[in-house]
C-alpha cells in the first residue's frame, strides 16, 4: 500500500520544582502536522492483505502538548505547578486523481480500508499537581489542537472483503484537552481546569469509482467530521 504521513513534533514535559517556594514549569506546545497529498497518476493496482491493513493512507497529526512540571516536595510551603502544552494542528490531508486511467484497490482483512485520509489535532499535556502546607496552586491542562480539511476525490474502484472494513474513509478530528491538575494544601488548595478540546474541519468526500464492501460491519463511504473531547478539571483538598 500507500502510507503518507508528516507529524509535528511532541512538547516536552515541564521541569519540577522544589523547596519553600517551588514553581513548575509549563509542558511545550506540540509541532503543527504538514499538509498531505497523494496524487494518483496513471493506471494504479494496490492489493493488501490482513487484519487492518491500509490500500493508501494519508495522514497529517499535530504533536501532542507536554505535561507540566510538579511542585510537590514535602517541604514546600507555597507550591505551583505547571500549565500542560497546547497540541499541534492537524494540517491539510489530499486524495486525488491525476488524469483518466484505471485505478483498483483490493483489502481482503478485517477493519482494513482502502482509501484513509485522515487529519488529526493533537492533545493537550495534562497540568501538573501542586502541594504546599500553606497554598497550592495545580495548573490547568493545555487546550488541544485542531483537525485540518481532508478532501478526496477519485475514481478509483475499491473493494473489501473483511469484516468491519472501510473502502474510502474521510476524517477530520480534533484533539482532546488536557487534565487538570490536584492541589493539597493544610489551608489553600486551587485545581486546575481543563481546556478547549480541538475543532475538526471541513470534509469532501468525491467517488466516482465503483466501492464494494463484503463482510459484516463494512461502510463503503465515511466522510467525518469531529470535534475532540475535552479533559477533566481536578480538586483541590485543603
Do not use: C
Not at 494519508?58 to 505535561?67: E, N
Amino acid at each position: 500500500g500507500i502510507f503518507a504521513n508528516s507529524v509535528g513534533g511532541y512538547g516536552g514535559n515541564g521541569g519540577s520544582a522544589t523547596g519553600g517556594t517551588a514553581v513548575g514549569r509549563d509542558g511545550g506546545t506540540g509541532g503543527t502536522g504538514g499538509d498531505v497529498t497523494v496524487t494518483l497518476n496513471g493506471p494504479l493496482t494496490l492489493s493488501t492483505h490482513g487484519a487492518s491493513s491500509y490500500g493508501i493512507y494519508a495522514l497529517s497529526l499535530g504533536g501532542f502538548g507536554g505535561t507540566g512540571g510538579d511542585a510537590s516536595d514535602s517541604l514546600t510551603i507555597d507550591g505551583t505547578s505547571g500549565n500542560g502544552g497546547s497540541g499541534g494542528l492537524g494540517g491539510t490531508v489530499t486524495v486525488q486523481d491525476s488524469g483518466s486511467a484505471t485505478r483498483n484497490i483490493t483489502t481482503d482483512g478485517a477493519n482494513a480500508y482502502g482509501i484513509l485520509a485522515k487529519s488529526q489535532g493533537g492533545a493537550g499535556g495534562n497540568g501538573a499537581d501542586a502541594l504546599g502546607s500553606s497554598n497550592a496552586n495545580a495548573r490547568n491542562g493545555g487546550a488541544a489542537g485542531n483537525g485540518g480539511v481532508v478532501n478526496i476525490d477519485t475514481s478509483a474502484n475499491v473493494t473489501t472483503g473483511g469484516t468491519g472494513a472501510f473502502g474510502i474513509y474521510a476524517w477530520s478530528q480534533g484533539g482532546n484537552s488536557g487534565n487538570g491538575g490536584h492541589a493539597f494544601s493544610l489551608f489553600n488548595a486551587s485545581a486546575g481546569n481543563s481546556h478547549a478540546a480541538g475543532a475538526a474541519d471541513a470534509v469532501t468526500l468525491t467517488s466516482t469509482g465503483i466501492v464494494a464492501t463484503h463482510g459484516a460491519g463494512a461502510a463503503g463511504l465515511v466522510a467525518l467530521s469531529a470535534g475532540g473531547n475535552g479533559g477533566n478539571g481536578n480538586s483541590g483538598d485543603a
